[in-house]
């Protein structure tokens, strides 16, 4: 998985950097406020920050182990997403590492997921995101989590 991680890592980078030598002249580029206006119009509305950096509004599947990706939200079913909080159902696929992570299995938790404390994004300033997950589950779960668990998400 972190050997999947690292090449998606590398293509997006070359992608970005290819995009940038091959760009518009600065003459083609629109003008400074124009660029402000669409920022601002987009920071109206919080966004949820992926493990690539790219903000995500009502994604469907989401990352909560970047690194080993042993955690994943999927099937998200958005109810809410506003300045307060985004409110999901779906479904947390969680790696039980028995007898170690390589080796185990996945298995799926019914979740509902909340977003909330809306903050500037330290990458983007103009940009608000949601800073906390929490996550309830309301039958089963993984046996290391409570009914209830909440996380910081990366800035």
């Not at 970005?16 to 660029?35: D, F, I, M, Q």
């Not at 042993?70 to 506003?82: E, F, Y």
Request: with cysteine; hydrophobic share 40%.
């Amino acid at each position: 998985m972190q050997l999947r991680t690292l090449t998606m890592t590398v293509a997006l980078f070359a992608v970005a950097t290819l995009a940038t030598a091959t760009g518009p002249s600065s003459a083609a580029r629109p003008a400074p406020e124009l660029v402000t206006q669409t920022v601002q119009t987009r920071t109206v509305t919080p966004v949820l920050v992926d493990c690539l950096w790219h903000p995500r509004v009502r994604p469907t599947d989401f990352m909560l182990a970047c690194g080993d990706g042993n955690s994943r939200l999927a099937s998200l079913h958005w109810t809410r997403w506003d300045a307060g909080s985004a409110r999901a159902e779906g479904v947390n696929w969680v790696n039980d590492c028995k007898p170690y992570c390589a080796a185990g299995h996945f298995h799926a938790y019914p979740v509902t997921v909340r977003l909330d404390r809306s903050r500037p994004w330290k990458k983007q300033p103009k940009v608000s995101h949601y800073s906390r997950i929490t996550l309830t589950y309301p039958a089963a779960r993984p046996e290391q989590f409570g009914p209830t668990v909440s996380y910081p998400l990366w800035d």
